[in-house]
């Protein structure tokens, strides 16, 4: 099953609909920073460049439920910009010790796995997605998604 089946049946359906609405409606109004807890869609409406990203998830903690916030975000993007490629950049945490920046360096990687996953599992061809990593003054795991 896939999970937004599952995810609508949950009780938090109506604040996360809620939440993606009134993000897709500013999205469409403004440009405004992406950042946000966990995963929320950047404003879609005057096309975010490069610089902005349209989307930032946010691995702050064990299970960040993403997906769903993903999903109406790449649908809308692919409405405003029917061939769009969205670029993705792994960020991990900074650390000036060898050792725990591979640790950092580990956690991303595994958690943009799952987002790229989540991508397979939308049925976004992997022609469109180009994936990068960097190291930045995080406070945890991030995920952004650019639109090219």
């Known amino acids: 099953m896939p999970f937004w089946r599952k995810f609508k049946s949950s009780n938090g359906w109506k ?4 939440t993606i609405v009134f993000g897709i409606l500013a999205a469409l109004l403004s440009v405004a ?14 096309v975010p460049t490069a610089e902005v990203p349209l989307m930032v998830i946010r691995f702050n903690h064990q299970h960040v439920a993403y997906e769903r916030a993903l999903y109406d975000t790449m649908v809308k993007a692919l409405q405003v910009r029917p061939a769009a490629k969205f ?6 945490k900074r650390s000036s010790d060898a050792v725990d920046q591979q640790r950092y360096n580990d956690i991303a990687a595994a958690n943009t796995a799952k987002v790229m996953a989540t991508f397979h599992e939308i049925g976004m061809p992997l022609s469109r997605l180009n ?9 945890s795991s991030e995920v952004r998604i650019y639109v090219r």
């Open 15 to 18: 604040m996360m609909k809620n």
């Open 33 to 46: 920073p992406a950042y946000a807890e966990d995963a929320m869609p950047h404003p879609l409406g005057a």
């Open 87 to 92: 670029d993705i950049v792994s960020v991990s």
């Open 131 to 139: 994936v990068t990593t960097k190291n930045d003054a995080v406070p």
